[in-house]
């Protein structure tokens, strides 16, 4: 028998405390999430999140907009600051609205798109139409894949370069190259890539949502200043803010870019989202120098201990990451969709990925050969180095050693006991998964 309305409302309310008490035991280590500050909570709390604000700054078509136009002009000025542009249009609601804004911008439906493959580290959002990508079944964009060499777990310059020639000659010229992508382990070639995409007057964005808190904090690469026209990210991955999305751009597309937002693709932007974005960049003006580099210390320490421990950790010959993620090869413990689910059984909670030869080796997205690791979140709860090898220890605990995952899980929450508060931060007063009721 269904529910009464009271015992659901009730029932509800008890999920979310059971969720916020499991994630004050456990290792996140999704490589997509991260933890706010208190801050930035209070901030989409504020009654912003039932308001409309259609347009830009100053020229509204909603009335109310006394304090949030304020607002908005705060967090553009903040955006531009961190990320040195002069230009900056913070109302895409996420990552994947932020890349149909540049879609929108640079390209036509049929046009030709490059980016990266799906196992070899892109994003849905900039997927083929047969694989229902946003590129490809939303924009109508025909999709070409960067070559990618799996040693380097990179995209390779030379056979990019022939391709293009190669798509050119066949009349079927990209106008628009999309970089970056979801296991973003190493810097670009956009420097070496820009000119020649140039040449054939193809347009360059950085898809920067995994790593763009690293680019704050100037410990990954720059696209805008290596030469990109765009960046698009979104706030809440490696940047510690709201869920939400940005594109950075150069003036000349100034206008383009605000068209595609509003009315392209968003009406209500998300106001309480925009007040917390506003936050979260003035934190990381304050400390995003600091916590980056921490976050590029403990991937690598996290990469290292693991590699020491037998697990085969994708990239080594490059010293296996040099962004906040890494990808190990489990295919000798079992498959991605196993081990993941042992692991959140000890507490541990990271995700399942495709390797990069996945395909060819016959696995697929279910159950593929990798696992990812992302240490921003525990970063920001104040981890080092040497708490990183003891996560790769309860993680060759569970994998390697088959040890019960309940058991482990209990070592995980003791270990977990010492770091409570959102670190780099302005003011942190409250432990960071703590459950506020209002009602
Ligand atoms: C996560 C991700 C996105 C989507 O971002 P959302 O904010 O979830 O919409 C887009 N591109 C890449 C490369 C991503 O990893």
């Given at each position: 028998?269904?529910?009464?309305?009271?015992?659901?409302?009730?029932?509800?309310?008890?999920?979310?405390?059971?969720?916020?008490?499991?994630?004050?035991?456990?290792?996140?280590?999704?490589a997509s999430e991260n933890i706010p500050s208190p801050a930035v909570k209070e901030a989409i709390l504020s009654d912003f999140g039932n308001r409309y604000a259609e347009g830009w700054t100053g020229e509204?078509?909603?009335?109310?907009?006394?304090?949030?136009?304020?607002?908005?002009?705060?967090?553009?000025?903040?955006?531009?600051?961190?990320?040195?542009?002069?230009?900056?249009?913070?109302?895409?609601?996420?990552?994947?609205?932020?890349?149909?804004?540049?879609?929108?911008?640079?390209?036509?439906?049929?046009?030709?798109?490059?980016?990266?493959?799906?196992?070899?580290?892109?994003?849905?959002?900039?997927?083929?139409?047969?694989?229902?990508?946003?590129?490809?079944?939303?924009?109508?964009?025909?999709?070409?894949?960067?070559?990618?060499?799996?040693?380097?777990?990179?995209?390779?310059?030379?056979?990019?370069?022939?391709?293009?020639?190669?798509?050119?000659?066949?009349?079927?010229?990209?106008?628009?190259?999309?970089?970056?992508?979801?296991?973003?382990?190493?810097?670009?070639?956009?420097?070496?890539?820009?000119?020649?995409?140039?040449?054939?007057?193809?347009?360059?964005?950085?898809?920067?949502?995994?790593?763009?808190?690293?680019?704050?904090?100037?410990?990954?690469?720059?696209?805008?200043?290596?030469?990109?026209?765009?960046?698009?990210?979104?706030?809440?991955?490696?940047?510690?803010?709201?869920?939400?999305?940005?594109?950075?751009?150069?003036?000349?597309?100034?206008?383009?870019?605000?068209?595609?937002?509003?009315?392209?693709?968003?009406?209500?932007?998300?106001?309480?989202?925009?007040?917390?974005?506003?936050?979260?960049?003035?934190?990381?003006?304050a400390y995003g120098r600091e916590y980056a580099a921490q976050i590029v210390k403990n991937s690598k320490a996290l990469a290292q201990a693991l590699h020491e421990l037998g697990f085969k950790v994708l990239?080594?010959?490059?010293?296996?990451?040099?962004?906040?993620?890494?990808?190990?090869?489990?295919?000798?413990?079992?498959?991605?969709?196993?081990?993941?689910?042992?692991?959140?059984?000890?507490?541990?909670?990271?995700?399942?990925?495709?390797?990069?030869?996945?395909?060819?080796?016959?696995?697929?997205?279910?159950?593929?050969?990798g696992i990812r690791c992302g240490v921003s979140e525990v970063t920001r709860l104040g981890m080092k180095e040497s708490e990183m090898k003891e996560i790769a220890q309860l993680m060759y605990r569970v994998?390697?050693?088959?040890?019960?995952?309940?058991?482990?899980?209990?070592?995980?929450?003791?270990?977990?006991?010492?770091?409570?508060?959102?670190?780099?931060?302005?003011?942190?007063?409250?432990?960071?998964?703590?459950?506020?009721?209002?009602?």
């Amino acid at each position: 028998m269904a529910m009464q309305p009271r015992e659901s409302y009730q029932r509800v309310f008890e999920l979310l405390q059971a969720h916020h008490e499991w994630f004050s035991g456990a290792l996140p280590l999704i490589a997509s999430e991260n933890i706010p500050s208190p801050a930035v909570k209070e901030a989409i709390l504020s009654d912003f999140g039932n308001r409309y604000a259609e347009g830009w700054t100053g020229e509204r078509v909603y009335a109310g907009c006394r304090y949030i136009d304020q607002v908005e002009q705060i967090c553009i000025d903040l955006a531009k600051q961190l990320f040195q542009v002069d230009f900056a249009d913070v109302r895409p609601i996420s990552g994947v609205c932020a890349n149909l804004v540049a879609y929108t911008t640079f390209t036509t439906p049929g046009d030709t798109m490059m980016a990266l493959a799906i196992p070899a580290g892109g994003h849905i959002s900039m997927g083929k139409k047969e694989f229902g990508g946003t590129a490809g079944s939303v924009r109508g964009l025909n999709v070409e894949y960067f070559p990618f060499d799996t040693e380097e777990m990179n995209i390779d310059i030379d056979t990019t370069e022939k391709k293009i020639k190669k798509l050119a000659a066949e009349g079927k010229k990209p106008t628009l190259a999309m970089f970056g992508g979801s296991v973003l382990p190493f810097p670009h070639p956009i420097k070496e890539l820009v000119p020649i995409l140039q040449e054939h007057g193809a347009k360059s964005c950085y898809d920067a949502a995994h790593v763009a808190g690293l680019v704050a904090g100037h410990q990954f690469q720059d696209p805008m200043h290596e030469g990109a026209d765009a960046m698009t990210c979104s706030t809440h991955k490696t940047l510690p803010g709201p869920q939400g999305g940005l594109i950075l751009s150069r003036p000349e597309n100034a206008e383009k870019i605000k068209k595609a937002t509003f009315p392209g693709n968003v009406s209500n932007h998300h106001l309480h989202h925009l007040a917390g974005k506003a936050i979260m960049f003035a934190e990381m003006l304050a400390y995003g120098r600091e916590y980056a580099a921490q976050i590029v210390k403990n991937s690598k320490a996290l990469a290292q201990a693991l590699h020491e421990l037998g697990f085969k950790v994708l990239g080594e010959k490059k010293g296996f990451t040099k962004s906040h993620l890494l990808v190990a090869d489990i295919t000798k413990y079992g498959d991605g969709k196993t081990i993941e689910k042992k692991l959140e059984d000890a507490n541990i909670i990271l995700n399942r990925n495709l390797l990069p030869y996945d395909i060819k080796e016959g696995r697929h997205f279910e159950a593929p050969g990798g696992i990812r690791c992302g240490v921003s979140e525990v970063t920001r709860l104040g981890m080092k180095e040497s708490e990183m090898k003891e996560i790769a220890q309860l993680m060759y605990r569970v994998v390697v050693k088959g040890d019960d995952p309940t058991k482990v899980g209990k070592n995980v929450n003791e270990f977990r006991k010492e770091f409570t508060r959102v670190q780099y931060a302005f003011e942190s007063t409250r432990d960071a998964y703590e459950y506020i009721q209002l009602r």
